[in-house]
């Protein structure tokens, strides 16, 4: 019997998933409550995973007992726990938001609340799970949880959002299945690590990594896999369309790294790390330029997700230069965390604007900045980061990619990196100017209708000051995240 | 080869030979309705003769019961199905349109 | 031919349908279908692998398959609720084409 | 425990501005007397850390906090003598603007907004002026960008927003340019403190890849260029004066285009040390964009018929003065350049206010328009002829202690040319202030001046400011031997700091 | 394998083809139609078909648990008719 | 013979799945669909895989048959026009598609025959390790033992799913099957068939959900024979779609799942992990779990068919 770690680590995923169960079993009035507490307790269990993490280094629990290969084995490293934590802050805030949100809303909120704390619970596994077959398992449950909130508009353009994104969605499972079957075939196992060290780089496993990363570049909507992503995003409600950019589509990511640097660190030549960093450049500057043609705010943060979530992959090719490698390392990781959390601010604060207004239309934003000073300054704020500049924690993330790239020579992944937070400020400004503007003559068509609760008031204002808190330094993140990394970025 | 294991040929062959005559109906038959004879028909007694050829090569009698329990199960099947098509065809020509006693 | 290399081949055949029917096809229920071929092909894959060496079946791939096949009716009867939905809302039977 | 605290000055200092901000913020539009209580507490606070910092300083205290930010990066806040000049001044002027500000924003909308982001305008000018390294200096640097963003736009008519979008574009350019710079700077040789006549490290680093650090250099310099305003990267300024008279105040003398221009300073005295910057020819070119610049806005000045804008493009020209020391070389023409960097605030500032004056109690704001305003504001009026005169170059007010310096410094160089540029903008300078002197005192005006409301002839918020900035002017010419001048200061700066120069 | 002879279970098997490609060719009805029930009809002989095959590979195969296979089937065969007849028909050809 | 067989069916198989991509009518495409399922649990049964051929027998000849007609039905294109064969497609289009799809099988197919079986695998140990698990049937002791997490996490998936397609509920009475041809009353028939199957079907559940332990059946294929039996009763009206949840429905959705998670929790406790059972009480536990999950997998399957929130039997 292996040695067990951190009881945690499965109460990270059961905590939301059994709050879940009741906030259904209960019903649409106590849900909030319910959630609240399971989100706390949820909190606490990861509160105690990253203090052992930090602590004692990676941790690892094998259920039911079984080590690998014959079990499943949860695991949390640095990055792991770093993605517990700020999946824990976002997931906290969605959750305080959607209570005040969905308010009055009986069959919306019934429906929301055990399919959020079901994809959170699932998103919990993803991070954890180091087991390839379970991850499949976890990322359908985040699928099929994700693509319920995206239709619960119910009108024409949600719901065809919904069915491009479940329809490539569920690709994007298979072809990740069928890469994972090429791997359970030639390894006899499907351990993250256990498949990293016997799979070699041989042509069977270029297939199969080729497969699992082209089911995941979907799901993170890399470009060119990207187009499913900003109507899905931008119709669903805000606390889903803030945990469906901050976790969901980051999950994918996530794995992406995780599988390359673990499972398939023989295989990142310096060809297939250009080839992949070139698509998370594409997707920097493609995503950048759409946001800047967008007429409405939830797409333009939609796109800007897209162009975000290409960042993290520009370490795939910086991996394999020494000099570059660890700070690239921490840039990425550290890019996802306040991407997170700086993303879902910005889209709670632009479901407060759509909350109050009816409408998220630019052109009807004008002269909106005193009614909705909170939510406009949170906006602005949470922009600020994602445009990566001081003093947030997108800044210390863009830095340490950018002299990453810079320390290995390579100064193409830098100008991408320069470039995209350039075409950030551009779309960012574009609304934050509109925001400031005076309202038009003939009085202000941005007048709010409706009051807003302040606990949806403050929730994005806090995200945004999270951003702000990691920006103040990134050192205690980054030495969390060293525990467990790969030798080559340690 | 044993009287059994000649018999059980015997009836799987036949089996073999319904379903063959089910399938020439299902493709050479002119009108719905002798498709349907000719296929629910043929197949079941088909299915029958398999049954009963494999029931001969059993060791067990709960084998053979059960083979037996998979014919009766596919006659009653084969009946309903026959009998909600044939009803849902007649239908589909607009044609008689019989509430049940 | 070994009975796992036949239905490997068969498996990696039946993916390419899949995908094919995904690319060429555009009404909701066909691409339904083609999503489900293509689990199909993944789910012969691996039980193919199960029973490549002699005198042993491998249940690891078994149980994988029988997750997979919760999964994939789930996801597919979930689909088809959202197609029906999405039809009835816009009298649409395919995705309108946004590029290409 | 004391002893503690009094090295945590700097960060006090800092965080003094940014809570007056989060203060200010929280209070809303409609607190007016609890946010100007605040406004001033903050700003007043502010002074007194950094004059004392300035006192401990002269007694050979040292003042340093630092705070790791990344593995092997640290924000540095350091309090030397050129950190404290610049502090001083962003300080005082911090002060007297926003006593100005209260005045003239009375009524208007946004105030909170406005003021929130003034005092966070302030506390990343403090931060430039303090920062220790080059990384401390970026994040400052772009917080400033950032800060002075809502102010431009504040008026938020259209005009405003897109002057807002010229200057970012500008701004946000450089920032981009400078960011990359500094993070190759530091891909190279890791971080160092600011190390007066170079970090080592550099050096032989450029010993090793002359053309890498070039490179480097030149978009260090290209991206504190952008807020220098050196030609061609003026642009944005003219456009930013759309803004409010405080915010242009702000901008033109203490804020913007100062960080800037001291970014130039840090760059070629701390990080590169100016005898490699040379080596590598960079301030050949320098000096020379600087000369064009100085001549270039004052040309232009001279075709504006609006105030505000004929006083931006004097800005353009007056600020590349300091870069203009620094490129020239020399311990002469250094201390001219850094004295400049407080004599052209406090002239500009004057002349800010002023303009401000006259828009706000006569509503004018082109040239033409003001004959005779003398006589109906002629305190007002008076501030402004010093201040011109001074940065005509006048003896004996401030500008002229500058120029002075600069050319003697020049002609140590062996850079005659450089006397040549300064005659050409004192002739310049005079033709565009002499006829707006000329118009207030002399001609007699051609239309009847709206009555005054008190006694004085215009609110006393708004009068006191210039006043009280004209008489530094003043004092800072003919105390220019005194030790705690301005140019004292500069002085000691230079001999400690530059020896080698 | 089981004691029986190998001649039996390649007579099993044999027969078990047979019926396969017997099924495959009903296929062409599906194919032709041309009416809906016709297709559904031939979805059935699919259904019966597959029950034989599978009691032969059972016993072929030596897998009894095979036969509970079929024995589901035949169970639920009916299901499929059920469902087919409550789709509202349309006018003759419409129903490809 | 075996291998002929095999090649037949193999062929078959390719040959179905050609034609529900390319034939041009939808409906054609459906029943051919439906077909393939059972060429399908052939060839589960040809790779010695009886557990999925029960799985594949129950879902596709009940489950997902009825779905796919029933969601025909909601979908009847209007006229064949409305959906273009792929001759419709753009000759490019098509060729790209071809070789893309061409590529695909090319790389998959040279890349899974020329992998070698590992000597060791998670497979080996599992049945090494049986003993240890508390059952005897090897999928059985992967599912709940040695791979417990994903069994719960399907069991949640399924219900996720019908909480997602309440979603996107259409109204009640357009939903799932929807209603009866107006003016037709009940086959004759119907009655006796259902007397008749209802029954077995329950008595083959039990038997199914019994026999896991030791044999093919299971948790799974009970449920999805209880499904097969819902969508059946629910076809002939004698389940009726109903607005909301029942408090005993929502306990029957969830209870399986709590009841497994309560006992995985249990297990840090009370064995060695979580997902751990105490040894003695491994079986006993584990058939709780699988009658519970049996019953959480039928009633959403028989709900996303429905179409419903609920169900309620009919009055009579």
Not at chain 1, 163 to 173: C, F
Not at chain 4, 194 to 217: F, H
Not at chain 4, 278 to 292: G, I, M, Q, R
Not at chain 4, 489 to 499: K, S
Request: hydrophobic share 60%; glycine share 12%.
């Amino acid at each position: 019997m292996a040695e067990l770690g951190a009881l945690s680590l499965p109460l990270a995923f059961f905590l939301p998933l059994l709050t879940a169960l009741a906030a259904f079993l209960l019903g649409a009035r106590q849900a909030p409550w319910l959630a609240g507490i399971g989100a706390l307790a949820t909190v606490a269990a990861v509160a105690d995973a990253v203090r052992r993490v930090a602590a004692h280094g990676p941790q690892a629990y094998h259920l039911g007992g079984w080590a690998p290969p014959l079990g499943v084995e949860l695991y949390a490293d640095g990055l792991a726990a770093l993605m517990l934590a700020m999946t824990a802050a976002v997931a906290l805030a969605v959750t305080a938001y959607a209570g005040a949100y969905l308010h009055g809303q009986g069959q919306a909120a019934e429906r929301f609340w055990p399919l959020w704390l079901v994809q959170w619970a699932a998103l919990n596994g993803t991070f954890l799970s180091a087991d390839l077959f379970n991850l499949y398992v976890m990322l359908e449950l985040v699928t099929l949880t994700a693509v319920p909130l995206v239709a619960m508009a119910g009108d024409r353009a949600s719901l065809g959002a919904a069915m491009r994104y479940l329809l490539l969605a569920l690709i994007a499972s298979l072809a990740y299945l069928l890469g994972v079957a090429l791997l359970y075939g030639g390894t006899g196992t499907l351990h993250l690590r256990e498949v990293g060290e016997l799979a070699g780089a041989g042509g069977p496993t270029a297939v199969a990594a080729a497969l699992v990363t082209a089911g995941l570049l979907l799901k993170a909507a890399i470009f060119p896999l990207h187009a499913w992503l900003a109507p899905a995003h931008s119709s669903a409600p805000a606390p889903a369309s803030a945990a469906l950019s901050a976790l969901v589509a980051q999950a994918g990511v996530y794995l992406v790294l995780r599988l390359w640097l673990w499972a398939f660190p023989a295989l990142l030549s310096p060809v297939v790390g250009w080839g992949l960093g070139g698509l998370g450049a594409a997707s920097v500057l493609y995503g950048s330029l759409q946001a800047l043609r967008q007429s409405r705010l939830k797409p333009v943060i939609a796109y800007s997700t897209v162009a975000q979530l290409g960042y993290p992959l520009l370490l795939l090719p910086l991996a394999a230069v020494p000099a570059a490698a660890s700070q690239a390392w921490q840039g990425a990781a550290y890019f996802i965390v306040a991407h997170g959390l700086a993303k879902a601010g910005a889209f709670l604060a632009a479901g407060n604007v759509y909350y109050s207004l009816g409408h998220d239309r630019l052109a009807g934003l004008r002269g909106l900045a005193p009614e909705l000073s909170a939510s406009v300054l949170a906006l602005g704020l949470a922009w600020v980061s994602l445009m990566g500049l001081p003093p947030t924690a997108g800044f210390l993330a863009k830095w340490q990619l950018l002299s990453g790239a810079l320390a290995g020579g390579q100064w193409p992944w830098a100008v991408v990196v320069v470039l995209g937070g350039l075409l950030a400020a551009g779309y960012g400004f574009r609304v934050l100017a509109t925001a400031h503007a005076a309202a038009p003559p003939g009085g202000p068509v941005g007048r709010p209708a409706r009051r807003l609760p302040w606990r949806m008031a403050a929730t994005p204002l806090l995200l945004a000051l999270a951003v702000y808190l990691l920006g103040v330094s990134a050192v205690p993140a980054l030495r969390l995240l060293g525990q467990g990394a790969p030798e080559a970025l340690g | 080869m044993t009287l059994a294991e000649l018999l059980s040929t015997g009836l799987l062959g036949l089996g073999a030979a319904f379903f063959l005559t089910g399938t020439v109906g299902l493709l050479r038959f002119p009108s719905t309705f002798a498709r349907l004879h000719a296929l629910t028909k043929a197949d079941n007694l088909g299915l029958g003769c398999v049954a009963l050829g494999l029931a001969l090569q059993a060791d067990s009698g709960w084998v053979a019961a059960k083979l037996a329990l998979v014919w009766g199960l596919a006659l009653v099947a084969a009946t309903a199905s026959a009998h909600l098509l044939a009803r849902c065809i007649l239908r589909e020509r607009g044609g008689t349109r019989r509430t049940p006693p | 031919m070994t009975q796992a290399g036949l239905y490997t081949l068969a498996a990696s055949a039946l993916a390419g349908i899949g995908v094919y029917g995904l690319l060429a096809r555009r009404h909701l229920l066909r691409r339904i279908l083609a999503v489900n071929l293509l689990g199909n092909a993944v789910f012969l894959l691996l039980v193919a692998f199960a029973r490549r060496q002699p005198g042993y079946v491998d249940p690891v791939p078994h149980a994988m398959v029988l997750t997979g096949i919760v999964v994939a009716v789930s996801a597919t009867a979930f689909a088809l609720a959202l197609a029906r939905r999405y039809y009835a809302e816009t009298g649409l039977d395919h995705l309108p084409e946004d590029e290409g | 425990m004391m002893a503690a605290a009094y090295g945590l000055l700097p960060l006090a200092a800092l965080l003094i501005a940014v809570a007056t901000a989060a203060i200010v913020f929280a209070l809303g539009d409609a607190r007016r007397r609890q946010r100007t209580f605040w406004n001033l507490f903050g700003a007043g606070a502010k002074l007194v850390l950094v004059l004392v910092m300035a006192y401990g300083v002269l007694q050979g205290d040292t003042f340093e906090v630092a705070w790791p930010v990344l593995p092997g990066i640290t924000l540095r806040l350091a309090a030397d003598r050129l950190a404290l000049l610049f502090a001083v001044l962003s300080a005082g002027l911090w002060l007297v603007t926003t006593v100005y500000a209260i005045a003239y924003l009375e009524g208007s909308g946004q105030r909170a907004r406005f003021f929130g982001f003034f005092s966070l305008c302030v506390a990343a000018t403090f931060g430039i002026a303090l920062a220790g390294n080059p990384f401390t200096f970026l994040c400052f640097y772009e917080l400033l960008t950032l800060a002075t963003y809502p102010l431009v736009v504040h008026r938020g008519h259209p005009a405003a927003l897109a002057a807002g979008r010229t200057y970012l574009i500008h701004t946000l350019g450089g920032g981009a340019a400078l960011l990359a710079g500094t993070a190759a700077l530091y891909a190279a040789v890791g971080e160092h403190p600011y190390t007066p006549g170079g970090m080592p490290a550099v050096a032989e680093w450029a010993a090793q890849a002359p053309a890498a650090a070039t490179a480097v250099l030149g978009l260090l310099l290209g991206g504190v260029a952008v807020k220098a305003a050196l030609f061609p990267l003026q642009g944005w300024l003219p456009a930013a004066m759309v803004a409010p008279a405080p915010v242009s105040a702000l901008l033109h003398a203490v804020a913007v285009v100062k960080a800037g221009a001291f970014g130039v300073v840090r760059i070629v005295e701390d990080v590169y040390g100016h005898a490699l910057a040379a080596e590598l020819h960079v301030t050949p070119v320098l000096s020379a964009l600087a000369a064009v610049t100085v001549v270039y806005g004052s040309v232009r000045a001279l075709a504006q018929v609006d105030l505000k804008r004929r006083l931006a493009f004097s800005t353009v020209s007056q600020v590349s003065f300091i870069t203009l020391g620094v490129a020239v070389g020399g311990q002469l023409a250094l201390v001219g350049g850094l004295a400049h960097l407080i004599h052209q605030g406090l002239m500009k500032v004057t002349l800010f206010f002023c303009a401000g004056n006259y828009a706000e109690t006569l509503g004018e704001h082109r040239i033409d328009a003001l004959d005779g305003a003398g006589r109906r504001m002629p305190a007002t009026s008076a501030a402004f002829t010093v201040a011109a005169l001074g940065m005509m170059g006048a003896p004996p007010l401030a500008g002229f202690i500058s120029k002075w310096y600069l050319g003697i410094g020049a002609l140590g160089q062996g850079q005659g040319w450089v006397v040549g540029v300064l005659v050409a903008s004192t002739l310049l300078n005079a033709a565009y202030f002499l006829p707006i002197l000329r118009r207030l005192w002399l001609l007699s005006a051609t239309r009847d001046w709206p009555a005054r409301a008190g006694r004085a002839e215009t609110h006393r918020g708004l009068l006191y400011p210039p006043l009280l900035t004209a008489a530094a002017v003043l004092l800072a010419g003919l105390l220019a031997a005194a030790p705690l001048s301005p140019l004292g200061w500069a002085v000691r700066i230079v001999e400690q700091g530059y020896p080698g120069l | 394998m089981s004691h029986r002879g190998y001649a039996v279970e390649t007579l099993n098997l044999a027969v078990a083809a047979f019926l396969l490609l017997n099924l495959l060719a009903g296929l062409g009805r599906v194919h032709r139609g041309p009416g809906a029930a016709d297709r559904m009809l031939a979805a059935l002989l699919f259904g019966t078909t597959t029950v034989a095959v599978l009691l032969l590979l059972a016993e072929a195969m030596a897998l009894p648990a095979l036969r509970d296979v079929a024995l589901l089937l035949v169970l639920l065969a009916a299901i499929l008719a059920v469902a087919f007849t409550r789709i509202p028909r349309r006018p003759d050809g419409a129903g490809r | 013979m075996g291998l002929a067989f095999d090649l037949l069916l193999a062929g078959g198989l390719l040959g179905l799945a050609l034609q529900v991509v390319a034939s041009r009518g939808l409906f054609r495409s459906v029943v051919l669909f439906i077909a393939l399922g059972l060429l399908m649990a052939l060839a589960w049964a040809r790779l010695a895989a009886p557990d999925l051929a029960l799985a594949e027998a129950a879902i596709g000849a009940g489950l997902t048959g009825a779905l796919l007609l029933s969601a025909y039905r909601a979908l009847q294109p209007a006229e064949e026009a409305a959906d273009p064969g792929p001759a419709a497609l753009p000759r490019w289009g098509a060729l790209a598609a071809a070789v893309l799809s061409g590529a695909l099988v090319a790389a998959l197919g040279w890349a899974a025959l020329g992998l070698e079986a590992p000597a060791a695998s998670a497979g080996r140990e599992a049945l090494a390790r049986l003993g240890e698990s508390g059952v005897k049937s090897p999928l059985t002791g992967v599912l709940l033992g040695f791979r417990a997490i994903d069994t719960l996490a399907e069991v949640v998936v399924l219900l996720v799913a019908f909480l997602g397609a309440r979603v996107v509920a259409e109204p009640l009475q357009r939903a799932g099957p929807g209603p009866s041809a107006p003016g037709s009353g009940e086959p004759v028939l119907t009655a006796p068939l259902l007397r008749l199957v209802v029954p077995m079907g329950v008595i083959v559940a039990g038997y199914l959900l019994w026999s896991g332990g030791h044999q093919p059946g299971g948790a799974f294929q009970a449920g999805a024979v209880l499904a097969a039996l819902g969508v059946l009763l629910r076809l002939t009206g004698r389940l009726q779609p109903a607005a909301a949840t029942s408090p005993a429905e929502r306990l029957a959705l969830v209870g399986g799942i709590v009841l497994f998670s309560a006992i995985g929790l249990a297990g840090a406790g009370t064995a060695s992990a979580v997902l751990a059972y105490p040894e003695a009480w491994a079986y006993p536990l584990i058939l709780a779990i699988e009658t519970g999950l049996a019953v959480a997998i039928a009633l959403p399957l028989t709900l996303l068919f429905s179409g419903s929130a609920g169900l309620r039997w009919r009055e009579r």
